[in-house]
Every structure is written in structure tokens, then in C-alpha cells.
């Protein structure tokens, strides 16, 4: 029989009610996290194969190609920083702070 205290907190008494709770708990979340896993590996695949994907393509010329990529959008993003440098900061501090405002809600409702 269950203890008033026990009924009123929906807190086991038993230490080792307690670690049986808690290892279940932790195999089932274990268990959500192993489906979630490969079902999200699953779409990515399915991604991947949709995209111009090249497996027979040598790693290398994949690896300039990003590169290259990556290489002319920093350089578009520094064009456009030094044509509106104070657009620019305030764009960032305006981002930052919506951002910060975010997680900070986001930290009051995990605590509160």
C-alpha cells in the first residue's frame, strides 16, 4: 500500500523503485532516440539522392567545388559589409538581440 506521502508527491518511497523508474525511463528514451536517429538518417539519404549527388565524382574535385562555393559567397558577404558597413552592424545587433530575447524566454519558461 501506497504511503500518504508517497500519493500527495508521486514520489516511490523505495530506493529501488526509484532506480527501477528511472532505468526505464532511460531505456525507452534511449529507444525514441535510436528511431528518431534513423528516421532522420533515412530522409537525409533521401535528400542526398535527390540533389546532384555523384558518388562515382573523386572527392577532391567535390571538395574544390565547395570550396570554391563557399569562397565566392564570402566574398560577396565582405562586398556588401564594406558598400553598408552601419547597415550591416545593425542588421547583426539587431539579430543578436532578437536572438538573445529568445533564448532568454526560452530559459524563463524551462525554469519557470
Keep these: 500500500m501506497n504511503s500518504p506521502?508517497?500519493?500527495?508527491?508521486?514520489?516511490?518511497?523505495?530506493?529501488?523503485?526509484?532506480?527501477?523508474?528511472i532505468s526505464k525511463l532511460m531505456d525507452e528514451a534511449e529507444e525514441m532516440l535510436s528511431e528518431s536517429s534513423s528516421q532522420h538518417a533515412e530522409e537525409t539519404i533521401t535528400l542526398l539522392r535527390e540533389r546532384d549527388y555523384d558518388p562515382d565524382r573523386p572527392l577532391a574535385a567535390r571538395y574544390?567545388?565547395?570550396?570554391?562555393?563557399?569562397?565566392?559567397?564570402g566574398r560577396r558577404t565582405?562586398?556588401?559589409?564594406?558598400?553598408?558597413p552601419y547597415?550591416?552592424?545593425?542588421?547583426?545587433?539587431?539579430?543578436?538581440?532578437?536572438?538573445g530575447l529568445c533564448l532568454l524566454r526560452r530559459g524563463e519558461s524551462r525554469t519557470g
Design 5 to 21: 506521502n508517497e500519493i500527495t508527491t508521486g514520489v516511490p518511497k523505495d530506493a529501488d523503485q526509484l532506480i527501477a523508474n
Design 64 to 73: 574544390a567545388a565547395t570550396k570554391a562555393k563557399l569562397t565566392d559567397a
Design 78 to 84: 565582405d562586398r556588401v559589409i564594406r558598400a553598408y
Design 87 to 99: 547597415e550591416s552592424l545593425a542588421l547583426a545587433l539587431g539579430a543578436g538581440l532578437l536572438l
